[in-house]
T-cell receptor, first 115, second 114 residues
Framework: GNSVTQMEGPVTLSEEAFLTINCTYTATGYPSLFWYVQYPGEGLQLLLK?????DKGSNKGFEATYRKETTSFHLEKGSVQVSDSAVYFCALRELGGTSYGKLTFGQGTILTVHP | GAVVSQHPSRVICKSGTSVKIECRSL??????MFWYRQFPKKSLMLMAT?????????EQGVEKDKFLINHASLTLSTLTVTSAHPEDSSFYIC??????????FGPGTRLTVL
């Protein structure tokens, strides 16, 4: 079956540091890939997505590239802010059929950014 | 953007009672909704797929008689935890697909069973 593996957290950084959160996946076929973010006390929000190999998703300074050859979708940001402190989830979506919309999530990575 | 709401946001109940959680898509119709359970410091575990007008599809290991799902309309799905026990205490989250490749999540419901 499908699975998503994220780097273990928590991750603690100083403001303006570079962020990488690793994500690898196993899937049949060619899934769509997502990063979701969960701010304290809020629901999950879509951060970015990529639907095919070599696509780069980007939003709010975050980027991730769909790497089919390494089955990875690592999240990066060049300069984090305190407001980026949240839990980040990598996810994949199966294509079509009865699995439409079904997401498989990684375990989540807690990011804390200090001033 | 599309909004999904959940009610209640928090509920505390006694062991043996049943609790109903509502998930609503506020400005779009959703023939399918998903129910997840999130454990502390863990990922979201998909429990079931709620289908409007038909039976829900449960993931392996999820007791369908314990977690009753009803998708009564194109904007409402309910999850009822029957005969709740302390081990059912968790954070329950619903989501609804919107157009292609986009899902909107509810804010979650914190269930505590005493």
């Amino acid at each position: 079956g499908n699975s998503v593996t994220q780097m273990e957290g928590p991750v603690t950084l100083s403001e303006e540091a570079f962020l990488t959160i690793n994500c690898t996946y196993t899937a049949t076929g060619y899934p769509s890939l997502f990063w979701y973010v969960q701010y304290p006390g809020e629901g999950l929000q879509l951060l970015l997505k990529a639907t095919k190999a070599d696509d780069k998703g980007s939003n709010k300074g975050f980027e991730a590239t769909y790497r089919k050859e390494t089955t990875s979708f690592h999240l990066e940001k060049g300069s984090v802010q305190v407001s980026d402190s949240a839990v980040y989830f990598c996810a994949l979506r199966e294509l079509g059929g009865t699995s439409y919309g079904k997401l498989t999530f990684g375990q989540g990575t807690i990011l804390t950014v200090h001033p | 953007g599309a909004v999904v709401s959940q009610h209640p946001s928090r509920v505390i109940c006694k062991s043996g009672t049943s609790v109903k959680i509502e998930c609503r898509s506020l400005d779009f119709q959703a023939t399918t909704m998903f129910w997840y359970r999130q454990f502390p410091k863990k990922s979201l575990m998909l429990m079931a797929t709620s289908n409007e007008g038909s039976k829900a599809t449960y993931e392996q290991g999820v007791e369908k008689d314990k977690f009753l799902i009803n998708h009564a309309s194109l904007t409402l799905s309910t999850l009822t935890v029957t005969s709740a026990h302390p081990e059912d205490s968790s954070f329950y989250i619903c989501s609804a697909p919107f157009r292609t490749d986009t899902q909107y999540f509810g804010p979650g419901t914190r269930l505590t069973v005493l």
